[in-house]
């Protein structure tokens, strides 16, 4: 399996940006899907973006949709989540996860499918 590792959290003010980083080792996932979800205190993780293997099919959930982006670097060893006009509500720790699917069924993947990293929290204060 691919290992994964989340970096770029941190506290910000609302309407500030932040950009988070998914870095893998251990073998490419350039053919891979990947995702970010979200996972708020006392509520479930929720899907936030992902992004097809070729880079050219990206999903959004409406709650981030123009606000966030995904990207992948050429060499497609990292994905990036630009965060922009950040809000209280998108306060969670971020997950990034990578599996050999389509970016459709990405959106749909649950823990313990495919590759997870261990996170990496935003703060958005008021």
């Known amino acids: 399996q691919v290992q994964l590792v989340e970096s770029g959290g941190g506290l910000v003010q609302a309407g500030a940006s932040l950009t988070l980083s998914c870095a893998a080792s251990?073998?490419?996932?350039?053919?891979?899907?990947v995702g970010w979800f979200r996972q708020a205190p006392g509520k479930e993780r929720e899907f936030v973006a992902t992004i097809s293997g070729s880079g050219g099919i990206r999903f959004y959930a409406d709650s981030v949709s123009g606000r966030f982006t995904i990207s992948r670097d050429k060499a497609k060893t990292t994905v990036y989540l630009q965060m922009n006009s950040l809000k209280v509500d998108d306060t969670a720790t971020y997950f990034c996860?990578?599996?050999?699917?389509?970016?459709?069924?990405?959106?749909?993947?649950?823990?313990?499918?495919?590759?997870w990293g261990q996170g990496t929290q935003v703060l958005v204060s008021s």
């Open positions: 251990g073998r490419t996932f350039s053919t891979d899907a």
């Open positions: 996860a990578a599996a050999p699917i389509t970016a459709q069924g990405m959106r749909n993947l649950r823990p313990g499918v495919g590759s």
